[in-house]
């Protein structure tokens, strides 16, 4: 397998589409990127998996499948060897990538909107609140301006005319 092979499986799931990352190929869903050709000089196409699914690769295949070095390494971001693969193993890998985008996606599609219908009630509940303090404030500019509190008030300060 090689980069061709890479772009035209990836290409294949659907709703995919190919943009470019830092020069580097990337193949998104929905806008959110689950594989690269970062690594295509090196003979690697590189897949976004989670850290469990990356160790699970690797410990079946680790001749076939590399954690990419550092941090992104640490997050799931794994190599997979173009040259080793056959076209079952890269089909595979990067519909294993492709499912956890669309897994990821769909998860914060929910959250967003759980998030803002809880927007909603915390602004109609703010909206009662600041209404309430309003009221308070009204009620007690009332007791304060009545000519009994004024009078205690220059009393208190030494304000007699």
Not at 102 to 128: I, V
């Amino acid at each position: 397998m090689d980069a061709t092979d890479f772009r035209r499986i990836a290409l294949s799931l659907e709703g995919t589409e190919e943009k470019s990352h830092m020069g580097a190929p990337d193949f998104r869903v929905s806008g959110r990127i689950y594989a690269t050709l970062a690594a295509e000089r090196q003979g690697y196409g590189n897949l976004i998996l989670t850290p469990e699914l990356q160790a699970a690769f690797v410990a079946e295949r680790p001749e076939l499948f590399i954690p990419v070095a550092g941090g992104w390494g640490r997050t799931g971001a794994t190599h997979i060897r173009l040259a080793a693969a056959n076209e079952d193993e890269l089909e595979g890998a990067l519909r294993a990538a492709w499912k956890l985008r669309m897994d990821r996606n769909e998860t914060a599609r929910n959250k967003a909107r759980d998030s803002s219908k809880q927007s909603s009630w915390l602004r109609a509940r703010d909206r009662g609140s600041i209404d309430e303090a309003k009221q308070k404030k009204a009620e007690l500019r009332a007791r304060l301006t009545t000519p009994e509190s004024l009078e205690s008030v220059k009393r208190r300060y030494g304000l007699n005319d």
